[in-house]
């Protein structure tokens, strides 16, 4: 009974010490995420791309920072970059519908691009 | 009488506070996504850094007669090429495909008689129909498959492929103009006509004078014409084929609309010709996204 109350209280404490770590990560994050939105509505895309990578990296489980990435690689014509970071943002948050209309415009001009093609 | 009339008033104050605290929320918040233009480049589908010159020789055009298909393409393409690529596009005479076509055909039937009367398996019978015996990429058994006269529907431009695959002849082409990049294919424009039940838009004013708009499925009768060009492109310099797109684009009317087909024409053309510059140069596509926070 004691064991199990200690293990209980243990499993609580790591679980509120690394709270902040998890919250420290995605403020990070937010933070990149933010400042890249900023630059990138002024048109500097490059830095967008180098705040949402460093997001992305901060924390891996952040959808948004994906879903800005493909959209930058998007607009660099890294289309196979876009694609991924498309597919991984949705991967994490498959309920967001601003995300899978992102992703179904790029699906759009991507398959575009090898349409009509003949098979040699 | 007066009863009812406090708890209203409260109810009303509670949704107020309720709506003022959400707002001060989203201000408090900011707002979490951010529609933005964007302009995705598309990198062109073929490498054409090794040219110069474009040359839009003809096509084995069939269909509809109301357009002259061959003529129109080759002048369309043309002016395109001019305005959106970086490629100095040859004016030369429109090359009448069809009868190049004919003409290498019968060249093959002479020469297999021939040989056939010789008795002899000699390189006659595998020589080109221009006379060049290095660039046949078929055989003889293949030249001497008819071709249609006129065009009237996609099995009829079949045997015509072949026209294509004759490297010898698309070389000679080549040197005559330089070694350019040579736009080429087939393309078929016929008129289609299509029945059966369709749904559209109908437009009523209700009681209350509402304009009011319901999908309505009605039976209809339409006419139009399908497009189905195929580009090939070729290296002037080898006379061999390096990339070929084919298209399939349709437009239906209303029976009793009396559209010309000249103007059908261009409608379809409208909606392939972008990506057609896009196997040549580089395009963008305008867009718009959302930013997520």
Redo the contacts between chains.
Sequence with gaps: MHATRATFLFVVALAMASAPVFADARSDA?AQ??FG?NV??RGLWREGIYRWEKAAQLDPGY??AF??LA?AY????Q?DKARKAYEKALELDPN?T??R??YE??KE?ND??S????KP | MTGPAPAKTSRRLALGFGAAALALAVVACGTDFYEIPIETPIQPKLDVSAFQRVLVAGFVAGGSEDVDTNQETVRLLRSQLRTKSQLKVIDADIMPLIDIAQDQNKAANGEETNTAANGSSGSSATAAPNGNSNGTDHGTAQQTVPLPKSIKEEKDLEPYERLFANTAYWKKIGEEYQNPLIVTGTVLFVPHSRSGMVTRDQETIDAYGRHRVIPVRTYMERKGFILRPKFVFIDGRSGATMYSESHREEILYNAQQNTPALSSYFELMDRIVPDFLSALSSQKIRGTRVLLK
């Design positions: 937010r995420v933010e939105i990138a509505q959808a948004a879903n800005d959209i998007e607009h660099e014509g289309l967001n601003q995300i209309q992102n415009l790029f001009i575009r691009t349409a009509g093609k003949d």
